[in-house]
């Protein structure tokens, strides 16, 4: 563990939060420490074998948009795609950040670096079954979820640091961490992400899929949004860097 080195990135990320580079460098710093014997654990199960050889790799499945709206409207299918073209993402592109990151990194063994590639490749999916947005409360929660399924302690460290900044740069009144806290607890009742077939779930309805996963609305969440659009301000531009 190097909570130095990670305080450090924390504060290179807050210049800009699209840098995923600080967010690979901070979990590298706070990893999860029983990451191989869970990843041991599902692949060698039955059903880890079967999604492995069902879904090789994520990305070419997400990011075939084709393809995923052929399924039925209001699937996770089409969620999932009306959210990355909405924002500008691929999951490729997340990949090819993580690839830069990491080609000075020893190679993995095939079948655990299949695990981390999941882990990382549904953290967008887990912004569609949560509801939270891409503004920074919703980034923050969906870390606090996150650490529930996968506790890497970067998880909460970016969290919580992150809903600290928004309460000194957006002031008093919205729940934040509360709501940081919320996504925590909900993420408990939510089985691993990484770990579900996303050729089961992505045809299905997205309120099934939630039903499915025990994924519950995040009202605190709901309730800082609120609060701030009554104060006239942006969820999506708290520190108003739109008009920068």
């Given at each position: ?55 090789p790799a994520l990305a070419p499945i997400l990011d075939d948009h084709a393809a995923l709206r052929r399924y039925p409207a209001g699937s996770l ?168």
């Amino acid at each position: 563990m190097q909570p130095a080195k990670a305080l450090h990135h924390f504060r290179e990320l807050l210049k800009d939060k699209e840098n995923t580079e600080e967010v690979f460098h901070i979990f590298e710093s706070l990893p999860w420490q029983g990451i191989r014997a869970a990843a041991e654990r599902f692949m060698l199960s039955p059903r880890g074998q079967a999604i492995r050889a069902a879904e090789p790799a994520l990305a070419p499945i997400l990011d075939d948009h084709a393809a995923l709206r052929r399924y039925p409207a209001g699937s996770l299918a089409h969620a999932y795609c009306d959210f990355m073209e909405r924002e500008g993402l691929t999951a490729q592109g997340l990949a090819d950040e993580f690839a830069k990151f990491a080609r000075d990194r020893g190679p993995y063994h095939d079948q655990f670096r299949w695990y981390l590639e999941r882990m990382r490749d549904v953290h967008d999916m887990l912004h569609i079954v949560t509801g939270y947005g891409r503004d920074a409360l919703g980034e923050a929660c969906v870390l606090a979820f996150t650490y529930s399924q996968q506790p890497a302690p970067a998880n909460l460290f970016i969290g919580y640091m992150a809903g600290l900044n928004i309460r000194q740069q957006a002031g008093k009144g919205a729940p934040v961490l509360r709501a940081i806290r919320e996504g925590q607890r909900l993420g408990k009742a939510c089985p691993r992400m990484c770990e579900q077939s996303m050729l089961e779930l992505l045809p299905l309805p997205l309120d099934e899929v939630r039903r499915r996963l025990k994924v519950t609305p995040a009202m605190r969440y709901a309730d800082c949004h609120a609060v701030w659009r009554a104060q006239g301000v942006d969820p999506f531009d708290l520190l108003g860097k739109k008009a920068a």
